[in-house]
Antibody, heavy 125, light 107 residues
Framework: EVQLVESGGGLVQPGGSLRLSCAAS????????MHWVRQAPGKGLVWVSR????????AYADSVKGRFTISRDNAKNTLYLQMNSLRVEDTAVYYC??????????????????WGQGTLVTVSS | DIQMTQSPSSLSAFVGDRVTITCRAS??????FNWYQQKPGKAPKVLIY???SLQSGVPSRFSGSGSGTDFTLTINSLQPEDSARYYC?????????FGQGTELEIK
């Protein structure tokens, strides 16, 4: 059974740092692209970051670029999100999600087929 | 960034009805497009990927269509468990933007 379990959320002051983790099991983690998606309380979904299966390529939303770093340890089946210089507007539930990157007809399609339960990050003084 | 605009923002329908939710992209995204369902307090669940491919395990009453800039999610024979918020998303290029969501209420 595929499982993604996030941890590391909590209350932090503006300007502070947190590191989120996402422990993966039930699939070959090292062969999948992975993403972070966040959702502020009562708001919609916002894509945050993506990392290639081998960790060689990353991408970020403009709102977090330069402050957040996505990484992974394929030996530990774990995805990370290092969040620095946190702002009040970073308050959200953070989800990790698996991307099966389905290839057909010469094209490869990203979607998020498994998600964790989410971890709440609250940035407040 | 590619903007995704969903309509309507909310709708209400009866069990057994057919409902349609639309999403428009601000530029041509071919068929790099997905639909998700989210219930309160839960993580989203993918329903449709690549604009029209039904995710494994998703009931066949859900279907997706469209290409380019205009996309549609259709739910046939609405069921009580379909009450949820629905999001569209483009996966053409990062940042992978979502629509603002459509709240579906079952009367």
């Amino acid at each position: 059974e595929v499982q993604l379990v996030e941890s590391g959320g909590g209350l932090v002051q503006p300007g502070g740092s947190l590191r989120l983790s996402c422990a993966a099991s039930g699939f070959t983690f090292s062969t999948y692209w992975m993403h972070w998606v966040r959702q502020a309380p009562g708001k919609g979904l916002v894509w945050v970051s993506r990392i290639k299966s081998d960790g060689s390529s990353t991408a970020y939303a403009d709102s977090v670029k330069g402050r957040f770093t996505i990484s992974r340890d394929n030996a530990k089946n774990t995805l990370y999100l290092q969040m620095n210089s946190l702002r009040v507007e970073d308050t959200a539930v953070y989800y990790c999600a698996r991307d099966p990157d389905i290839c057909t007809g010469g094209s490869c399609y990203s979607n998020f087929d498994y998600w964790g339960q989410g971890t709440l990050v609250t940035v407040s003084s | 960034d590619i903007q995704m605009t969903q309509s309507p923002s909310s709708l209400s329908a009866f069990v057994g009805d057919r409902v349609t939710i639309t999403c428009r992209a601000s530029q041509n995204i071919r068929n790099y497009f997905n639909w998700y369902q989210q219930k309160p307090g839960k993580a989203p669940k993918v329903l449709i990927y690549a604009a029209s491919s039904l995710q494994s395990g998703v009931p066949s009453r859900f279907s997706g269509s469209g290409s380019g800039t205009d996309f549609t999610l259709t739910i046939n024979s609405l069921q009580p468990e379909d009450s949820a918020r629905y999001y569209c998303q483009q996966s053409y290029k990062t940042p992978y933007t979502f629509g603002q969501g459509t709240e579906l209420e079952i009367k």
